[in-house]
């Protein structure tokens, strides 16, 4: 008979004797990284630039008339009607938002499965629902803050040019925070799910990103074309079908603007029935999104 031998062989390898943090940990994670993906954190200077940027062009307007109201003569009308269009700079801002999570969404979606990252994270203590729940939450997060920056800049500015001081301004202006808050919710609802679906269905980030932007433009425009063109009796619903005129309606209700150029005032529909049509909208994407990813993980 042959003698057999063996060897050991020490390879370093050591068990693992940190913290374990379990499913919550493993959800922080996935936002924490979707936070930065978006951002364009620890990443290379170019997938800087369009986030940053859109932000620059979201804010610049708000710090111009902010500006504006401190360096006009005390007193002026002008300075106060600029700095308090709430209303006109969500709608400005709304329209950023938009570009904003047509560019998000795919980034936060589309890689992990063209990289193999899913069957990676379905090896950790994360669900598909805490999968999805972490991306959504990374997104909405970022365009909350994203339409909430012009804001708070307006709101700091008329603070600043009040006439009893910086203090009195912000006891005076508080009535609007929660308007603001509610407002920007709005237009995070009607965004990003749709965004989300649409991330969650394509293969190309670009393709991804048009995708969005087409179906928004082209739900506003039908709506538009429909409910101002035709007289059939259903025709003024039409209008609840765009996610854009619908955030706009309730944008204008809750700052008490009013006009027919809203396509909801002028198709006589309460904005109430738009922020229905929001959420129900929203979870249906995001209930959507989550079955996909039941299917795949």
């Not at 600029?82 to 979606?109: D, K």
Request: proline share 4%.
């Amino acid at each position: 008979m042959t003698d057999r031998t063996g060897a050991v062989y020490d390879l370093g390898y050591e068990p693992y004797e940190g913290e374990r943090n379990g499913r919550s940990g493993a959800r922080r994670t996935v936002v924490a990284d979707g936070l930065r993906r978006v951002l364009g954190l620890r990443r290379k200077g170019r997938r800087k630039v369009l986030p940053w940027a859109l932000l620059l062009v979201a804010v610049a307007p708000a710090v111009v008339a902010v500006g504006a109201s401190f360096l006009l003569p005390t007193g002026g009308s002008d300075q106060i009607e600029i700095v308090t269009a709430n209303a006109g700079f969500f709608l400005l801002g709304g329209t950023i938002a938009l570009l904003f999570a047509s560019l998000a969404a795919p980034e936060l979606l589309i890689p992990d499965r063209s990289d193999g990252v899913l069957s990676m994270l379905a090896s950790r203590p994360l669900t598909p629902g805490d999968y999805v729940a972490a991306k959504f939450a990374s997104i909405a997060a970022i365009v909350f803050a994203f339409l909430l920056v012009p804001q708070i800049t307006l709101y700091v500015g008329e603070a600043g040019t009040h006439s009893q001081g910086l203090f009195a301004g912000f006891v005076d202006g508080a009535d609007k925070l929660p308007k603001i808050l509610l407002v920007a919710g709005v237009y995070t609802i009607a965004y990003v799910p749709l965004a989300f679906v649409i991330a969650a269905l394509t293969k190309r980030k670009a393709v991804a990103s048009s995708i969005f932007i087409a179906l928004s433009l082209g739900l506003a425009g039908i709506g538009e074309t429909i409910v101002r063109e035709t007289n059939f009796a259903a025709a003024r619903w039409i209008a609840l079908l765009s996610p854009i005129d619908d955030a706009n309606a309730v944008n204008l209700w809750v700052f008490d603007e009013h006009g027919e150029e809203n396509l909801l005032d002028y198709a006589d529909i309460h904005p109430l029935f738009g922020l229905l049509s929001l959420v129900v909208l929203g979870i249906a994407c995001v209930f959507f999104v989550y079955r996909r990813y039941r299917r795949i993980m």
